[in-house]
Every structure is written in C-alpha cells, then in structure tokens.
C-alpha cells in the first residue's frame, strides 16, 4: 500500500494555476516534516518545496519560490502545494515525501522515508 496519496495533478496551461494535496494513507506515522519533489523525464528527481512541523518553516527551490506554496497539517500527514505562474516545462511528476528521521538537510530525495506515486502536471504554453 502506498503510504502517501496525492491529487491534484492535471493539465494545466503556463502561467496558470494548480493545487496539489497530499495525504497519508492507511497505515500512520509521524513525521518531522513533508515536502515535494518533481521529475521530468530524463531528468533526476528535484527539490520544490519543503516544511517543517515543529518551527512551521518552509523551504523553496530558488525556481519556485515566490510562485509556489507549501502548507500543511503535521498531525494529519498533510501536505499542499499551490503552485502558481506555472513555466511551460513540459509534464513532470509531482511527488509529495514525508521525513520520520528528522533529517539534518530537506532538499534531497533520501532524507525522505514515504513516498507518494505522484500525479503528472503537463504545463503546455
């Protein structure tokens, strides 16, 4: 069973607008925080965007930020990404990670312990 569940995902025209969510499925857990990733294809999974319980602070690519938003509820296992001024970058997948170890760094896929499968965002111009 996956562990994490997004919606959201869907075709979307550059410059507009989208929201993710993401949620934990069947069995719980708790994390220390939960962020997002994107893969294109042919292309290594990347860092969006990132928060953390405990001092509520959220972190962004330097691409995204200032476009993007990340929220959530940390009891729940809850994470959203309103994601704006979308950039004609082709489809990528969106997946949603959840931390349970407390990682020192947020920006890269193995400080994560679940994972989502991820909905495509195809950004056509």
């Given at each position: 069973?996956?562990?994490?569940?997004?919606?959201?995902g869907g075709l979307v025209?550059?410059?507009?607008?989208?929201r993710l969510s993401c949620a934990a499925?069947?069995?719980t857990f708790s994390s220390y925080?939960?962020?997002w990733f994107r893969q294109a294809p042919g292309k290594e999974r990347e860092f969006v965007a990132a928060i953390r319980w405990s001092v509520g602070s959220t972190y962004y690519a330097h691409s995204v930020?200032?476009?993007f938003t990340i929220s959530g509820d940390g009891p729940r296992n809850a994470v959203y990404l309103q994601m704006n001024l979308l950039q004609p970058v082709g489809t990528a997948v969106h997946y949603c990670a959840?931390?349970?170890q407390a990682s020192y760094?947020?920006?890269f896929p193995a400080d994560y312990d679940r994972w989502g499968r991820g909905p495509q965002v195809p950004v056509v111009s």
């Open positions: 069973q996956v562990p994490l569940v997004e919606s959201g025209q550059a410059g507009g607008s989208l499925s069947g069995r925080g939960m962020g930020k200032g476009r959840a931390d349970l760094l947020i920006e």
